[in-house]
């Protein structure tokens, strides 16, 4: 629940035609995990679009940087340019 909040007052400190990109990462020694991330990340997309429904929302998966990267999810935007991580995401 606090992940969504977090996603609506993201969505709703945007101006209306921003492009985001929702970033979510999996261990890929872990069956399935690419699976998992990508249902996240889709959750999280759909969280966005809610919020604010004239958002260009992109979503990707990557291999984890870190064991932290895990549980975070990377909301970054084109113009302003801005880069938010959401940890226990």
């Known amino acids: 629940a606090g992940t969504s909040a977090q996603l609506k007052s993201v969505a709703n ?15 890929p020694k ?12 889709a959750r999280a997309a759909a969280t966005l679009k809610v919020a604010k429904s004239t958002l260009t929302v ?3 998966v990557r291999k984890q940087i870190s064991v932290k990267s895990l549980s975070q999810i990377t909301i970054t935007t ?4 801005r880069r938010m991580t959401l940890t226990n995401a």
Request: hydrophobic share 35%.
């Open 30 to 41: 872990i069956k399935g995990a690419k699976k998992l991330a990508a249902t996240r990340v």
């Open 78 to 81: 084109k113009a302003p340019a």
């Open 58 to 60: 992109k979503t990707q």
């Open 13 to 27: 400190r945007l101006t209306a035609q921003t492009e985001v990109t929702v970033t979510s990462y999996y261990d």
